[in-house]
């Protein structure tokens, strides 16, 4: 194992979709080996595109670890089966879609294919990763690298503990994310961790201004820039965002959290009449 303020030397990323080809790109850039798993041939080339489009974008911007040419390093490599993993790897983050049986299925399979000391991780945004501890053998190397989209430039990376990990785990996770450039921040297992449940409790009130008609969605989020210094309003967030991805995750926390949580039934039609935001050209603000 390298030591705890380097990059991990190897690191397995299982998906290769928007957050896991982040994730990839962010290590191989810091000097990583970086081997990604995706489902078949297909997917594996187009996860290892994307990482040389990042690559190459970083360059353009100036960033460390760009690689001008758009080609990929030969550190980073895509497979297609977890039992592929190199087993001398330090580092396993799992991205694949929020699904707690397929996550807790992959995961074992890696375990099994990595070696004793390697640290597992999970990117979820919502699921408890303390169930997904209890699917391995070796609960103390678990714990959550929550990475926030667009990873390469984000600076945050939230460390989920479960009352399994061990000191040595959450140590070397946290290395790791200085030598990525970015900032943690270390959390106990609970819903909605801490980003998801605070961002998403000042969205839904948010909401439920504009519903109780208080004030305009931009007298709103003006209100948050210029007197608290939000970089965006919380309204313009989740248009961004998604209303239906921040109706999914306010259903989530209404269940574990309670009532304080219940989505206002102004998000609940807009999703119903298809207006989510940035994507589909219209939530709480026209997006031509
Ligand atoms: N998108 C975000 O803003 C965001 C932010 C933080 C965390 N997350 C979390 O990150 C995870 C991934 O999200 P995403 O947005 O990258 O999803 P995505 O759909 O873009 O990527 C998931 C990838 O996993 C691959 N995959 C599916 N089954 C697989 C298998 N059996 N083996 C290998 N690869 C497989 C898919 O082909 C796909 O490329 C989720 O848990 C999500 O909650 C997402």
């Known amino acids: 194992m390298t030591s705890a303020s380097a990059p991990p030397a190897v690191v397995g990323v299982i998906g290769g979709g928007r957050m896991g080809t982040g994730i990839a790109q962010s290590f191989a850039a810091a000097g990583s080996s970086v081997v990604v798993v995706e489902h078949d041939e297909a997917a594996a080339a187009v996860a290892l595109d994307r990482i040389a489009d990042g690559l190459r974008r970083a360059a353009e911007r100036g960033g460390p670890g760009g690689f001008a040419t758009g080609e990929v390093p030969d550190r980073v490599t895509a497979v297609t089966s977890i039992a592929e993993l190199p087993a001398d790897a330090d580092l396993v983050v799992e991205a694949v879609p929020e699904d707690a049986a397929l996550k807790a299925r992959l995961l ?12 597992l991780a999970t990117n979820t945004s919502s699921l408890p990763v303390t169930e997904l501890a209890a699917a391995l053998k070796r609960p103390g190397r678990f714990l959550g690298m929550h990475f926030f989209n667009p990873v390469p430039v984000s600076a945050l990376v939230e460390l989920v503990l479960t009352p399994d990990t061990t000191g040595e785990t959450l140590t070397a996770a946290a290395g790791w994310t200085h030598a990525l450039g970015k900032q943690k921040v270390v959390v106990q297992d609970s819903p909605g961790f801490a980003s998801s449940r605070l961002g998403l409790a000042l969205g839904l009130e948010a909401v439920r201004m504009v519903e109780e008609g208080v004030a ?3 007298a709103i989020d003006t209100a948050m820039r210029l007197g608290y210094r939000h970089p965006m309003g919380p309204l313009r967030l989740t248009d961004v965002v998604g209303l239906d991805v921040r109706l999914a995750i306010a259903d989530h926390l209404h269940k574990t959290l309670g009532e304080r949580f219940a989505p206002p039934a ?10 989510l935001g940035r994507k589909t050209g219209k939530g709480f603000y026209p997006w031509p």
């Open 108 to 119: 074992t399979a890696a375990e099994r294919a990595v070696g004793e000391r390697c640290v």
């Open 216 to 218: 305009e969605p931009e």
């Open 266 to 275: 102004l998000l609940r039609e807009k999703v119903a009449r298809g207006e």
